[in-house]
């Protein structure tokens, strides 16, 4: 299966579904990601260039493409919705992931507009929750990273130069006794929001730790499930 995850900013992605796409890369499938620019409103554009790659590498993901978008200047025009087209062009996702309409950030809000134009061909879309993500943020759809954790938090933590973010604060090497999250690599290099958000998405979906999805579009293929006897 091939999965595109689109971006506003450098880390939006391995924020909102880092560990869904460490998953699906360790099944086998083919991994882009599309960041739309390359997030010069908060710091040096080569230096978040670059720790989108190391993000990626982090990952396993196949491909990163860049959008060239002027940061904070997004909107849900043609220049946008041509930019994501071109990728999907080349992609043929089967399965995508993009920013919420449910966001505070105006960059994340064009995205989604922006891609429900562009992707209206693509079979399954999956709306995923960034740091700036609504009260009214409600998912239908969750995604059980517990074997991944470790991988999106070391993907985050690639991303140095946001450091001072309130959402990127670290922990100061404080781990707490039953914490799902106490063997993860980078564990006191990220943020107890991260961690808390996974445990509370985990606890709604009956698993240890989690992302959530709006879904706005699912095709079900009746194939992907596995066939049983039929009772007479």
Do not use: W
């Amino acid at each position: 299966m091939r999965i595109l995850a689109i971006g506003a900013h450098p880390d939006d992605v391995e924020l909102g579904c880092g560990g869904a796409l460490a998953l699906f890369k360790k099944k086998g499938h083919e991994v882009s990601v599309l960041v739309l620019t390359r997030g010069e409103a908060s710091g040096d554009p080569a230096v978040r260039e670059n720790e989108c790659n190391l993000a990626a590498a982090t990952i396993g993901v196949d491909r990163v493409m860049f959008g060239n978008l002027p940061d904070t200047k997004i909107t849900d025009g043609i220049d946008t919705i041509r930019k994501i087209e071109n990728v999907s062009e080349t992609v043929h996702p089967d399965l995508v992931f993009t920013h919420s309409l449910k966001d505070s950030h105006q960059d994340h809000r064009n995205t989604h507009l922006a891609s429900m134009s562009a992707l209206r061909d693509v079979s399954t879309i999956m709306l995923y929750e960034s740091p700036a993500a609504l009260a009214d943020f409600s998912p239908q759809a969750f995604i059980d990273i517990s074997s991944v954790m470790s991988l999106k938090l070391k993907a985050v933590s690639a991303f140095n130069s946001q450091a001072a973010k309130t959402y990127m604060n670290g922990m100061n090497g404080r781990m707490q006794t039953g914490d799902p999250c106490l063997n993860c690599e980078k564990y006191g290099d990220v943020s107890n929001a991260m961690a808390g958000l996974a445990r509370f998405r985990g606890f709604q979906a009956g698993v240890g730790l989690a992302e959530a999805f709006e879904v706005t579009k699912y095709v079900m293929d009746v194939q992907l499930f596995p066939a049983t006897a039929a009772k007479i």
